[in-house]
Every structure is written in structure tokens, then in C-alpha cells.
């Protein structure tokens, strides 16, 4: 079903979720602001923001000026920042109050607008970029990732009783290559923040909400070995020249022990930092593992080499590829990382095998102490909001955007959002639960009004 033809009761539903925000209201207004809400989240949905597919470039701008327009409408001051044909950066101010009082802060905001490919297509069961509410989920690519955290934010800010800096981004997903340089451009507009909050995570259950803070850093790689202008005759070039996808094979297998996870490359851990037991106490309460937070990783992502249609060829490869990516923890430098991988293929290959190694950039981990007022504040929201107690959490994964602004600005970091385990982010059939959708409003509209 689309938005523009919801249901009553689908707007029913969004009133049972929303009993703070219906006080003194009837629940007709309430429900035709409800439906808006969903009209304009149809609306962000059906733009095709892929950031990772050039020949939607266009869908990229068009999803920027929609958020603009809707900025304007705030009364927001917009500026978009670019560099060559980049998706913009868009940021924008929403001034409550002009006096500095004491009582009014200004926080930062982070969202991002745009999304993955909907690949494979022939496994969704609605349209991906038609916003489809049924069984008690909003579908569609991109509801949970991000564009429904940033409708959230958008409708919440006309219950603010602070000042707002909105970062809204359109390169998250292919890594934020340009996030550092843009926002340097914009940080006039950010110096009078207190402290940002970053809507791109989720919740351990719909009465578990979480505070995420530490994220693991990463540095991906590219390596290609070639041994021969063209594949050899196995028979007659075997032990002769050196196979370029043993080479590899056996390089991996040193570089990190497959058993323990261990990686061998040395001077490593040289950086890492122990935990301390308090913090590994705080952690185990989410039920989670350990190793997948605290502890770097390294993985093969993808492996290239000789024959691999049907049947046998007999032959040396010419040449092999691996895509490896590390992960990383906090205290660790990325560059210093890129520095010991090279000298580690440097040092491991034979003398003369033609490599070439490509560094896909990289970022350090994140990671903010968790007992900041801001923090705290910001749990107890959470917790009456969601009828549970708020969790303390780190991912294995990254959010460039966290680590840059919190260098660059050293003002807490908060990360949060309102999407569950089975909501297929990245994945087809992605998915908001419309309970915690309109919760989450409610959220972000006590953290803007505190």
C-alpha cells in the first residue's frame, strides 16, 4: 500500500504508537499529520539515491534538493557543499533561540540520504523504492538505512527547543570519501555544537534501545600478483614458474591464523589498548560477543585467479587478486596499519614476483567515553521512551562520519537509532518497524527538546 492511499487503519496504528504526542490533539489532526509524515517519507523513498551507481547521479541531486526544500520549510539556513561531482553535503541551521541563552545549546545531527543498490531485485517483495506499509513494517530501500532516521529528525525538530546543526550526507554508503574535506569547509557553521548525535544504528529489541560508543576502524586493500604475460601450460611450466594463486594463498595464510583469528603481521597489536574489566562488564550486558567489538579482524572479501568455468584447465594463472579488509580498534593508526601490511607483502613474496597494491583509504576507530553527561541524559530518554533499560554498546563496524567529527571538533559523539536486527538493512525486502518509527520520533523530539 502506498503512503498517499494509507489506510485508516494504518493511521490508526500510528496513534496507538504515539500516545505523548497525541496529548490535548484530536486524533483526526493527529492522524492527517501522520499521514504527511508517510508522504514525505514516500517521497524520499521513491528517489533512487544509489551513491555507489554513477548513472543515478541525478537521483543523488534529487534527493538532496527534497531535503533542502524541506529544510527551507523549517526555516532552516541551507547550505550544500560539494566538490566536483560529489553528492552534496548538506548542512543546515535551525536557530530556536538567538540570544545564547543558557538555557538553549546547539546540538549537531547527523543523517545520511543515501542508500545501497537494491540488487537482486528478483528477491523483493514489494517495489524497493515504493514505500509499502503492511504487517506492521515500512518497506522499501532505504527505510531503515537512513532515510527513515532522517525523516524522524526532520519531523521532531518543530518540537525543538534548542538550536540544531543538521549534517545531512550523501556519500556514507561508498565510505564518505569527501566527508572530511566538506566538512572543514562548513565548520564555521558547527563551532558552537555541544555535542552530536548520529542517527544510523539500532536496537537490540523494541524494549532494549542502545547507545553505541565505539565503533571499530577499517583499511581495505587491493593486491594483484603476476608471474607470466599469459597462462602456462601446467605440464610443462609446473615448478618452473611460480603460481601466482599459491603465491597469494600462502601469503593470506600468514599474514592471519585461520584458527585462533589471530593476525601474524608483525608489530600489529603494538597499538592495542586492553579494556578495562568495567567496561567489559557493561558490554557483556548486551549478550553480545566480544571478539566482533574490542578485537581487530582481518578478512578476505574476494579472491580472482586461472579457470573457474565448468570442467578442468589445466593451466598456471598468469596472475591472482585479493580484496582484504582490516578492522580496526581504538589507539590503532590506520596509516601505521597500511605501513606494516606493505612491508609484510614486501618481505614475503619471492624476490622478483611483480605485485601491485592498492589502499582503498581508511579510517581510525571511534570511540567516546560512555559516561559523558550528554550520554547519560540521552539513555534516560531512551529508556522512558522505550519502556527498557538503555544497553551501552560498541559495533564491529564503521561510521566514518563518527570518527572525523569527533576529531575534528572533540565534542561527545552519540550514536543511536530505532531499527531492529530483522529489518534486512543492506539487504532486499529492507524494512522499518512502524512501532518503533513513529517511536523514534518521539525519541528525537525529547533529545531536541532537553
Given at each position: 500500500m502506498r503512503a498517499n492511499e494509507v489506510s485508516g487503519e494504518i493511521l490508526k496504528r500510528s496513534l496507538d504508537f504515539l500516545p505523548r504526542r497525541q496529548a490535548g490533539a484530536r486524533d483526526d489532526k493527529q492522524a492527517m499529520d501522520n499521514k504527511q509524515v508517510l508522504e514525505k517519507f514516500e517521497k524520499l523513498v521513491a528517489i533512487q539515491s544509489v551513491s555507489t551507481d554513477s548513472k543515478r547521479h541525478k537521483e543523488i541531486l534529487k534527493a538532496a534538493d527534497f531535503i533542502k526544500k524541506e529544510l527551507i520549510n523549517l526555516d532552516c539556513q541551507v547550505n550544500l557543499y560539494q566538490k566536483d561531482d560529489c553528492p552534496p553535503l548538506i548542512i543546515a541551521s535551525y536557530n530556536f533561540c538567538t540570544d545564547r541563552?543558557?538555557?538553549?545549546?546547539?546540538?549537531?545531527v547527523y543523517a545520511h540520504y543515501d542508500v545501497q543498490p537494491e540488487d537482486p531485485i528478483d528477491q523483493w517483495k514489494t517495489p524497493p523504492f515504493r514505500l509499502t506499509v503492511k504487517n506492521g513494517k515500512i518497506y522499501g530501500r532505504g527505510t531503515a538505512d537512513d532515510k527513515g532516521h532522517l525523516i524522524e529528525i526532520l519531523v521532531a525538530t518543530k518540537k525543538s527547543r534548542n538550536n540544531i546543526v543538521f549534517i545531512f550526507e550523501g556519500e556514507e554508503e561508498i565510505g564518505s570519501k569527501n566527508f572530511k574535506e566538506l566538512i572543514l569547509k562548513a565548520k564555521k557553521d558547527l563551532k558552537e555544537i555541544e555535542a552530536f548525535y548520529i542517527f544510523d544504528m539500532g536496537m537490540k529489541d523494541k524494549n532494549i534501545p542502545q547507545i553505541y560508543y565505539g565503533l571499530r576502524g577499517i583499511v581495505a586493500f587491493e593486491l594483484k600478483i603476476k608471474t607470466s604475460e599469459i597462462d602456462l601450460h601446467s605440464g610443462v611450466y609446473g615448478n618452473r614458474v611460480p603460481n601466482p594463486a599459491q603465491l597469494?594463498?600462502?601469503?593470506?595464510?600468514r599474514m592471519k591464523d585461520s584458527k585462533t583469528g589471530k593476525i601474524k603481521i608483525p608489530g600489529f597489536y603494538d597499538q592495542v589498548k586492553e579494556i578495562t574489566q568495567e567496561e567489559k562488564d557493561l558490554l557483556l550486558k548486551s549478550n553480545d560477543t566480544l571478539l566482533s567489538k574490542i578485537y581487530p579482524s582481518l578478512d578476505?572479501?574476494?579472491?580472482?585467479?586461472?579457470?573457474?568455468?565448468?570442467?578442468?584447465?589445466?593451466?598456471?594463472?598468469?596472475e591472482a587478486m585479493v580484496k582484504f579488509s582490516i578492522r580496526l580498534v581504538p589507539n590503532q593508526d590506520h596509516k601505521k596499519i597500511e605501513q606494516l601490511v606493505e612491508g609484510f607483502i614486501k618481505n614475503n613474496l619471492p624476490k622478483g614476483v611483480d605485485y601491485k597494491l592498492k589502499i582503498f583509504g581508511g579510517n581510525d576507530a571511534f570511540y567516546i567515553d560512555f559516561k559523558n553527561p550528554h550520554t547519560k541524559k540521552t539513555a534516560k530518554i531512551l529508556s522512558q521512551v522505550f519502556q527498557g533499560e538503555t544497553k551501552f554498546n560498541r559495533s564491529g563496524g564503521s561510521v566514518v562520519a563518527a570518527e572525523i567529527l569527533q576529531r575534528l571538533f572533540e565534542k561527545p559523539v552519540i550514536l543511536i537509532g530505532f531499527t531492529l536486527p530483522d529489518n534486512n538493512i543492506h539487504a532486499p525486502n529492507e524494512n522499518f518497524d512502524e512501532e518503533m518509527f513513529w517511536k523514534g520520533i518521539v525519541a528525537i523530539e525529547k533529545i531536541f527538546a532537553q
Open positions: 541563552s543558557k538555557n538553549c545549546k546547539t546540538i549537531g597469494l594463498a600462502d601469503l593470506m595464510s578476505i572479501n574476494g579472491m580472482i585467479s586461472g579457470y573457474t568455468g565448468e570442467g578442468s584447465k589445466t593451466i598456471i594463472p598468469a
